[in-house]
């Protein structure tokens, strides 16, 4: 196996190993007003909306994880099976591998074979060579391709890059390919100033990847014989942060709320604070793990509970969750008030 390919393995060990669903969340601090005379009925449809002008059956979809090694092909096929069953999206993990080792298409390839018209997207690091990011584009018949930043992932890497001058890279591969670009973290968080920047870049859709879950320093300092750099750590800014963040400037076109996303609640809560869709990586990953069966059932079952907060808080249409009024622990209103 190369190096490569064994470090998309230890990835799924190590989320495994470091996965806590039960970990203190931001959401917690998010209270919702709930109508006692909601004026609404229980109705499967109402949580089914538009993603890239393709109809979904629910707004949160499959995040990108993995691809590039034996067992990953055996995940991607359960994964896709899944989204194709429950017509949700999908995002395959970083292909850029591909560049060095184009052996490996086949473990990506399955999701599209497993699903030939659902919601796909691809993946690549922000320095994939554009017509390289082009070409898996292309034979992934990918709908959108996302971009993912990753600089405390790359720092704890003693492989890792150690130059982040990604603008420019960004925005070739941006020219060079013909479906929408979605610029994602990795679970350490955009603040609102890199929001900034990249909507002054015209990056109009973007994930804003916070922390909450899957920790990526973590991860990667489990795999370095040292402890030089676990300060990292904790350099991360909440999915719930990150989301309030945004609140404050003309959000982008179209905002992605992940990081730490287990329950239905988190879901919708992420949505009323101004998400259009909730990316969920690693919960599903571990559904995965079991079986096809276990990760659609856990599907099916966020969406009952989906359809069920609708008709509890008086929408009859999940576009409409950012219209329910909230309020806020003092922690949250104090960040609030420091952003500037
Ligand atoms: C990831 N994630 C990820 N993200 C990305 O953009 N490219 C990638 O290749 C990967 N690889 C990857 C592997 C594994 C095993 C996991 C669990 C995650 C990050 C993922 O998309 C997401 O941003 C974070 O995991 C946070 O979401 P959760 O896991 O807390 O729901």
Request: a negative charge; hydrophobic letters at 40%; aromatic letters at 8%.
């Amino acid at each position: 196996m190369s190096k490569r390919s064994l470090r998309k393995e230890e990835h799924l060990l190590l989320a495994k190993k470091l996965f806590n669903p039960n970990q203190d969340s931001d959401f917690n601090k998010v209270h919702l007003f709930r109508p006692a005379l909601p004026e609404t009925e229980v109705n499967s449809t109402s949580i089914q909306t538009l993603f890239l002008n393709k109809v979904v059956s629910a707004p949160f979809f499959v995040n990108a994880m993995t691809g590039g090694s034996q067992k990953s092909f055996e995940i991607n096929k359960r994964l896709a099976q899944a989204c194709a069953q429950e017509n949700i999206a999908m995002s395959l993990g970083s292909a850029s591998i591909l560049e060095k080792e184009p052996n490996q298409l086949d473990s990506f390839l399955i999701a599209r074979q497993e699903n030939p018209n659902g919601l796909l997207f691809a993946n690549v690091n922000p320095n994939t060579d554009p017509q390289v990011a082009k070409r898996i584009v292309h034979e992934l018949q990918a709908d959108a391709l996302q971009i993912h930043l990753n600089v405390l992932q790359e720092i704890v890497m003693p492989e890792g890059d150690r130059n982040f001058y990604w603008l420019d890279n960004m925005q070739e591969i941006r020219q060079q390919v013909d479906v929408p670009i979605i610029v994602k973290e990795v679970g350490a968080g955009i603040p609102l100033d890199s929001l900034r920047t990249l909507i002054d870049n015209k990056f109009d859709i973007i994930d804003i990847g916070g922390s909450g879950g899957t920790n990526f320093s973590q991860i990667e300092n489990q795999r370095r014989q040292d402890s030089e750099f676990s300060f990292v750590d904790n350099l991360g800014l909440s999915t719930t942060k990150c989301l309030l963040s945004a609140k404050k400037i003309n959000v982008p076109k179209t905002l992605i709320a992940s990081g730490g996303i287990t329950d239905a609640l988190q879901i919708f809560k992420a949505l009323v604070l101004g998400a259009n869709y909730v990316g969920i990586a690693n919960l599903f990953l571990q559904y995965a793990s079991m079986s096809k069966e276990s990760l659609v059932e856990r599907i099916r079952s966020f969406k009952k509970q989906l359809t069920a907060l609708c008709a509890i808080f008086g929408i009859d249409s999940i576009d409409d969750a950012s219209s329910i009024k909230y309020y806020l622990d003092t922690d949250l209103i104090s960040f609030i008030n420091q952003l500037s």
